[in-house]
């Protein structure tokens, strides 16, 4: 995990993981992949970290601190 | 809905905040509370705080709605109010850590990576356990300052790059480049609980 390929990239993961670069350059990547099991590796986890934050479930607002808003606001009558 | 719906809904929603419209002032409440709320607690780790600024961006947003200029979305300026009370609280805390002089990123993405263990292999039911989860969220909370609030906006919840950085005062290129930090820290983080993990599954 120090050459310069590597690096290279290591640079372009997120926009490679987001679709985001070129067909050119994915099959560059892609071919440096089949070579490379270390950033195989970074790869895999790398998209599986983001899967993880993406479906993992995102705290919620809670009820007391939604009557306490209201009631700072003016809006108790609302609620 | 379609973005020109969404404009319009907006607007009409802006006009009867300054017209003093309780209900449409409840409204803005109800949309951009919980998204405040899960910026300010990542941010200060703590529920009481996170109320508190949520409370501070509301009551000041309505004061100074007026003076709103309609550049960014609502949602995009009640979340630079939020960040901005937040930081405020955070300075206070601990000043040293929020210091302006921090070094700058590296503009090539980040050091190399150090864990080199697949974990990917693990049973999915390992990423679902309660321990699984308390570690993804303490691995967000601890995310490096610069790099949260980025993170927090454009990857949890939803704000484009053009948004976040509207949000926290950033160049888009910024955002781009600290969001890929934050991924790649967190990659760092997760294969140290999750490469145990594996690691002990596999000599069990």
């Known amino acids: 995990m120090d050459k310069e390929n590597c690096r290279h990239l290591l640079g372009e993961l997120s926009a490679y993981l987001d679709g985001e670069l070129s067909e050119a350059i994915c099959v560059e990547i892609e071919r440096h992949l089949a070579e490379c099991a270390d950033c195989r590796i970074v790869v895999d986890t790398l998209r599986k970290t983001i899967l993880l934050y993406r479906t993992a479930p995102q705290p919620g607002f809670p009820a007391a601190a939604r009557e306490r808003l209201y009631k700072a606001l003016n809006l108790t009558e609302l609620l | ?204």
């Not at chain 2, 990423?127 to 790099?147: C, D, G, N, V, Y």
């Not at chain 2, 454009?154 to 484009?160: A, D, N, V």
């Not at chain 2, 509207?166 to 609980?193: D, F």
């Open chain 2, 1 to 204: 809905m379609s973005q020109a719906n969404a404009d319009q809904s907006e607007a009409a929603l802006l006009a009867r905040i300054r017209a003093g419209d309780k209900a449409a002032c409840a409204e803005c409440v109800e949309r951009h509370a919980p998204g405040l709320y899960r910026l300010a607690l990542r941010l200060l780790g703590d529920e009481d705080e996170a109320e508190d600024v949520v409370q501070e961006t509301f009551l000041n947003a309505f004061k100074a709605i007026d003076s709103f200029d309609g550049r960014s979305s609502l949602g995009t300026w009640l979340y630079r109010i939020a960040y901005n009370a937040a930081l405020m609280r955070l300075r206070k805390w601990q000043p040293a850590l929020v210091s302006v002089d921090e070094p700058a990123l590296a503009e090539d993405g980040a050091e190399l990576p150090r864990q080199l263990f697949d974990w990917c292999c693990l049973p999915e039911e390992d990423f679902e356990t309660a321990e699984a989860r308390a570690e993804l969220e303490s691995a967000i909370q601890a995310l490096p300052e610069k790099l949260k609030a980025v993170f927090v906006l454009r990857e949890l919840e939803g704000l484009s790059t053009e948004e976040t950085a509207q949000a926290l005062g950033l160049s888009p290129e910024a955002v781009k480049t600290r969001l890929h930090r934050a991924r790649l820290w967190l990659r760092e983080r997760l294969s140290g609980y999750f490469t145990e993990l594996a690691q002990a599954r596999q000599g069990s």
